[in-house]
């Protein structure tokens, strides 16, 4: 990983900057590549490591076409093509207004079977699955439906750089109703704000302590807030993805390409291991930041990482 | 270049007698050894842990306790909402047997860290770090699964009260006293 600009000074401009913000509180984190463990820190963020993040300007996802017996794949589409869009078109405020995040996020159609996981010499995919036969994580093993877990994002990346290889969100509709209504029906749970809070996830971003930001760690009963960013939630993702592409690492920034290249790692794997022809130009240059908007992100992380390491312990 | 896998959950919060009820045996212990290994393309630790103090149940004085996540060579995998076991960090476990290993009922809603409260100097349960987003239960209904716990069994004072109400931030001493409590009428008439 090469080390594009000096984040040292740019982290001191940034910090007065950032609290100039209207409502920036800092209360996001990022997720980082260390394990977690013990007890929950009373304040600031969790982990250790460093912060992971998507290299490339544009990731894809693909839903997995079986979808759900209670909702159609065109529907489930619909609901994660929303909630990644939440997150895609957040507008970060730079130094004269504000600019749309540097990351795009590509629905790359349907794929013929849902496999969870990384493939490290292969194709992969990041796919959304419904687990409606059974919910593999169960306790006992068998899938009794015995789980409280809805939905489950699994991000795979590089230890050291933290680069984001492959992430992948599975539904629980065996054991759960889930409820795609904006009155959330009785009986089932709030589909759209699930998987808008496990795209945060997806896109390398923790739990929150702001009580109204859809990352944060707990929510009521019959509530659809979490399917709308809150300032938290934007200032977030802003701080990974900087309009210009800049990717705010551990170890500095990096920089992402200026074409947009969709595909998961390897290419896409539509079928769970036949061959598949891969292919995609999509284009698109989220739009760019002046080098005062990209000092505030980046700010707003390098503080938010010092405040995570004074929490860590090692494992 | 090492890789890892991290994962994030939203899981329904779960009430303290369906951990009760879902156990073979409560405990506190600690990690002592740990080792992770492939299975069927996911990464499993599986964590020894001695035996501090029987809550419940017979968990014999050490236990091997298995876990989605882990690392192998320089791929891994970090399951947020699985419990995870950290160096000399003593846990209340809600465990249960799965082949020749437990497993923490509800992940990470079934381990609870001690810390010793400042204040007491009593060691005190606390929430795990990483439980991940815990939504408020539904009436039964919500769930389309089979029924698991179809016996009425005897209820407890805690009846309809979640677990993170009975189990955090309380002396672990009165903690284990309600649990055994809980744990004789529920298992008595199971």
Known sequence: MRRSRPIAVAAVALAALTLLLPGAANAFCRTLTGAVGGAEPAAGCQGRGTPIFWKNRCVGYSVDRVASRRISYEQTAQIVGNAFAAWSES??????????????????????????????????????????????????????????????????????????????????????????????????????????HEAGHFLGLAHSSDRN?????????????????????????????????????????????????????????RSCGATTPSGCSAAGTPGSAGPLGWLVSLGVVALGALATRRKLRPR | MPSRTAQASVSVAVYFETLVDRA?????????????????GRIVTYTRLKVERPVAGQAGTEV????????????????????????GQ??????????????????????????????????????????????????????????????????????????????????????????AEAWTKRHATK
């Open chain 1, 91 to 196: 507008a970060c405020p730079v130094d004269e207004g504000s600019s749309r995040v540097g990351i795009d996020v590509r629905d790359l159609g349907e794929v013929a079977c849902g496999k969870v996981g990384y493939n490290a010499e292969g194709e992969n995919q990041n796919v959304i699955i419904f687990q409606e036969s059974s919910w593999p994580h169960a306790v006992d093993g068998n899938a009794t439906g015995d789980s409280s877990t809805l939905g489950l994002t699994t991000v795979t990346f590089n230890k050291k750089t933290g680069e984001i290889y492959d992430a992948d969100m599975e539904i629980n509709s065996y054991t759960f109703k889930v409820s795609v209504t904006d009155e959330v029906n009785p009986a089932g749970y709030d589909l759209p704000s699930i998987v808008t």
């Open chain 1, 213 to 269: 930001a859809t990352m944060y760690a707990s929510y009521n009963q019959g509530e659809t807030k979490k399917r709308y960013l809150k300032l938290d939630d934007v200032l977030g993702i802003c701080s990974a993805y900087l309009p210009d592409g800049t990717r705010v690492t551990g170890e500095g920034t990096e920089q992402a390409g200026a074409a947009c290249n969709p595909l998961p790692r390897r290419g896409l794997d």
């Open chain 2, 24 to 40: 073979d045996t409560v405990a506190v212990a600690t990690p002592i050894d740990q080792s992770s290994v492939w299975e069927g």
């Open chain 2, 64 to 87: 091997w306790v298995r876990t989605l996540g882990g690392s192998v060579g320089n791929i891994g995998q970090n399951v947020s909402g699985e419990p995870q076991f950290t160096d």
């Open chain 2, 90 to 179: 003593s846990s209340l476990l809600f465990l249960r047997k799965v082949d020749s290993a437990f497993m923490v009922v509800e992940r990470g809603q079934g381990q609870y860290p001690l810390v010793k409260d400042s204040r007491t100097a009593k060691m005190t349960t606390v929430r795990a770090a990483d439980v991940g987003l815990l939504m408020a239960p539904k009436p039964q209904a919500a769930a389309v699964g089979p029924s698991a716990t179809p016996k009425v069994l005897a209820p407890t004072r805690y009846a309809n009260t979640l677990a993170q109400d009975v189990l955090i931030n309380r002396p672990v001493d009165d903690v284990a006293r309600d649990i």
